[in-house]
């Protein structure tokens, strides 16, 4: 099973802007689709992108237009960079293998990465 480790959340103010990068471990990287997702408080977790191993990609509406998934095959790393961040988007953002486009594959989750944006 990859392990996976989220990093580059943080405060920001509606408006602004955060790239989060996933860092996988294991040599099936570039062969499979990977997703985001997130989990605002007292919420089920849900799906915001994916991108498949050739670099096609999928948008939760809620985040189209807003959100870039991309991935560097070379770095086993794939990242999220979020623009015009609205209040709705706090949340801990996690990374994983997709299943689909909107699900995903390993039940252990890593730490995942907390986004908060507020004034």
């Known amino acids: 099973q990859v392990q996976l480790v989220e990093s580059g959340g943080g405060l920001v103010q509606p408006g602004g802007s955060l790239r989060l990068s996933c860092a996988a471990s294991g040599s099936i990287f570039s062969l499979v689709a990977m997703g985001w997702y997130r989990q605002a408080s007292g919420k089920q977790r849900e799906w915001v992108a994916t991108?498949?191993?050739?670099?096609?990609?999928n948008y939760a509406d809620s985040v189209k237009g807003r959100f870039t998934i991309s991935r560097d095959n070379a770095k086993n790393t794939v990242y999220l960079q979020m623009n015009s961040l609205k209040p709705e988007d706090t949340a801990v953002y996690y990374c994983?293998?997709?299943?689909?486009?909107?699900?995903?594959?390993?039940?252990?989750w890593g730490q995942g990465t907390q986004v908060t944006v507020s004034s």
């Open positions: 991108i498949s191993r050739s670099g096609s990609t």
């Open positions: 994983n293998r997709a299943l689909g486009v909107t699900g995903w594959e390993y039940d252990n």
